[in-house]
């Protein structure tokens, strides 16, 4: 079975190209960050965030010799709302891998309020045709309401006309399966 994570991968990838800007709003061990930093290769750059300091550290070593990365600790929420003032419909895609960081503090999870801003930004940040990627997750507390907040964005973003949507989670999904959305802006 293929692994979500390994989906957003494939699927992000196909609309990206070398020299573009792309932002890992949650950067934690620095898998989605290194994936992201060699698809846009020297010419682009990555911009990498999380709140939590460990987990810039674990992504410095994970992309380790990669010059691309742009380090950010802090909430996404406000970091994106900056990085929008800067680079207002520039980059091509934007990753969220939500919930807490594996091996680290499982109380320490994304947020409803700062995901759904951060989703805010990110659309004001992506050009036409970017890419926006979530995996949300439903099994720690707070999770189900901040799927569903996802859930209801990308809802919202492609009944007017702001996303295609290209890969949603199956509605017959009922166990606690993690949650892949991904759009392109239209
Ligand atoms: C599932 S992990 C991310 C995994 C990562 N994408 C990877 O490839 O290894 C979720 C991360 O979100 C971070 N996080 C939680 N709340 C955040 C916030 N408000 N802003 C930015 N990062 C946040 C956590 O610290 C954690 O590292």
Same mark, same amino acid.
């Given at each position: 079975?293929?692994?979500?994570?390994?989906?957003?991968?494939?699927?992000?990838?196909?609309?990206?190209?070398?020299?573009?800007?792309?932002? $890992?709003?949650?950067?934690?061990?620095?898998?989605?960050?290194l994936f992201l930093s060699?698809?846009?290769? $020297?010419?682009?750059?990555?911009?990498?965030?999380?709140?939590?300091?460990?987990?810039?550290?674990?992504?410095?070593?994970?992309?380790?010799?990669?010059?691309?990365?742009?380090?950010?600790?802090?909430?996404?929420?406000?970091?994106?709302?900056?990085?929008?003032?800067?680079?207002?419909?520039?980059?091509?895609?934007?990753?969220?891998?939500?919930?807490?960081?594996?091996?680290? $503090? !499982?109380? !320490?999870?994304?947020?409803?309020?700062?995901?759904?801003?951060?989703? !805010?930004?990110?659309?004001?940040?992506?050009?036409?045709a970017g890419i926006i990627?979530?995996?949300?997750? *439903?099994?720690?507390?707070?999770g189900q309401a901040e799927?569903?907040?996802?859930?209801? !964005?990308?809802?919202?973003?492609?009944?007017?006309?702001? *996303?295609? *949507?290209?890969?949603?989670? $199956?509605?017959?999904?009922?166990?606690?399966?993690?949650?892949?959305?991904?759009?392109?802006? *239209?």
């Amino acid at each position: 079975m293929v692994q979500l994570t390994d989906l957003a991968h494939q699927i992000v990838a196909e609309h990206l190209r070398t020299g573009d800007i792309a932002i $890992d709003a949650t950067c934690g061990n620095g898998h989605d960050t290194l994936f992201l930093s060699q698809a846009v290769g $020297d010419s682009g750059a990555v911009i990498a965030c999380d709140v939590q300091q460990s987990a810039i550290n674990a992504t410095r070593l994970r992309c380790e010799g990669q010059k691309n990365i742009q380090y950010h600790c802090g909430d996404h929420a406000e970091a994106l709302r900056s990085l929008a003032e800067q680079y207002k419909a520039e980059v091509a895609a934007v990753m969220f891998n939500l919930g807490y960081l594996p091996g680290g $503090d !499982k109380t !320490k999870t994304t947020s409803l309020a700062s995901t759904v801003a951060a989703l !805010k930004s990110s659309l004001v940040l992506m050009r036409p045709a970017g890419i926006i990627s979530v995996l949300a997750y *439903i099994g720690h507390p707070g999770g189900q309401a901040e799927e569903t907040a996802v859930n209801e !964005k990308f809802n919202s973003w492609s009944h007017s006309g702001k *996303i295609e *949507i290209l890969h949603r989670p $199956d509605s017959q999904l009922s166990d606690r399966s993690p949650r892949l959305y991904i759009g392109k802006k *239209i």
